[in-house]
């Protein structure tokens, strides 16, 4: 009998692995799920250090189905980042991994959605973009691309809101996309936003196969396997583990983050910065003008501080300080009011 395959912590595989899927056979959201669970364990994410957090709809029914030892917290419909906020000032060591869907960031929760980004919290924020609400039987969502159609024909009027460009515009400090059927690309990202220290956004295509996985959906899985560009094909490598690499120069861009590890992006067909944000802004632009997808990691910024070192918090949590150690002595109190001479 074969020992029990475990990762870097000692963990098998299984602790990683949560209640079984309520969504429907198909869905990108599970491939999603199956991806993080990878992704997790490989990072060797301790579970009671995980904070697993979502608003409402079929994203948000996520974190149920993965790492049922961690922290979770399903709150109300857009208003997930005030309490991965909450949770990340009262424990700076959790893994805050937030959960979300294109319905939950860029309808009701868009504000939310902005301020967290502009304040540089320390999260990992997935967005499961199926371009519609698959609870509400379909309907288009601010995702959704100008001309793509409904099942029942229904053409959309609206120009769409890309979460990736508007992330990159308020400043966000590490930008990516990928496709929930493209495995390969997604677990290196997901680690990588895992090591990440600030707003990690990672908008992930996850087409409904129920309300939107037809012709003339630009959230379908032929759609998107038919228009996806690739920027590059990422890996990441644990910093704990020995790092080798066999590559010819120049063809490799390797990426340092504060901790420590490292991603590398394998160049292909086109020499592309990530940490040029403008130039991320006008890949996006161009790809979205041709009908093309643009996957990979878009922008990353390691220097920017985060939310909790912006406000000088302090090194030991929150939740582990005692009532001395945050109230103010008598004496203290009393000198600090007295009269002065």
């Given at each position: 009998m074969s020992a029990t395959h475990v990762n870097i912590i000692g963990l098998p595989r299984d602790v990683y692995k949560g209640l079984p899927t309520t969504l429907c056979a198909g869905c990108g959201h599970n491939s999603i799920t199956n991806h993080l669970i990878k992704a997790l364990y490989e990072f060797g994410v301790e579970p009671h250090r995980l904070a697993k957090m979502s608003g409402i709809g079929c994203s948000s029914k996520t974190p149920a189905y993965f790492v049922e030892q961690a922290h979770g917290y399903n709150g109300l419909h857009g208003r997930m980042p005030s309490a991965a906020t909450g949770a990340k000032l009262a424990n700076r060591e959790l893994l805050v991994l937030g959960i979300s869907g294109d319905g939950d960031t860029a309808s009701i929760g868009l504000g939310q959605?902005?301020?967290?980004?502009?304040?540089?919290?320390?999260?990992?924020?997935?967005?499961?973009?199926?371009?519609?609400?698959?609870?509400?039987k379909g309907q288009f969502s601010a995702t959704a691309d100008v001309g793509s159609k409904q099942k029942n024909g229904k053409v959309n009027d609206?120009?769409?809101?890309?979460?990736?460009?508007?992330?990159?515009e308020l400043g966000a400090t590490f930008v990516a996309r990928s496709f929930s059927g493209d495995g390969k690309q997604l677990v290196p990202l997901l680690e990588a936003a895992f090591a990440h220290r600030g707003a990690a956004i990672l908008d992930i295509v996850s087409p409904c196969v129920t309300f939107n996985d037809h012709v003339g959906s630009t959230k379908s899985y032929a759609y998107v396997k038919e228009h996806e560009i690739a920027l590059h094909a990422p890996d990441f490598i644990i910093a704990s583990k020995e790092i080798t690499a066999d590559y010819e120069p120049g063809t490799v861009k390797d990426i340092v983050f504060d901790d420590g590890s490292h991603v590398l992006l394998r160049k292909l067909d086109r020499e592309y910065d990530p940490n040029d944000r403008l130039g991320a802004l006008n890949v996006i632009h161009e790809t979205r003008d041709r009908g093309e997808l643009v996957t990979g990691l878009l922008f990353i910024d390691?220097?920017?501080?985060?939310?909790?070192?912006r406000e000088r918090m302090t090194k030991t949590p929150l939740v582990r300080l005692r009532e001395e150690d945050l109230r103010i002595s008598r004496e203290d109190w009393s000198a600090l009011t007295a009269p002065q001479a």
């Open positions: 959605f902005c301020h967290m980004i502009r304040r540089n919290l320390d999260c990992a924020y997935l967005i499961e973009n199926n371009g519609c609400y698959g609870l509400t609206y120009s769409a809101i890309d979460l990736c460009g508007l992330a990159i390691t220097t920017a501080d985060d939310l909790c070192a």
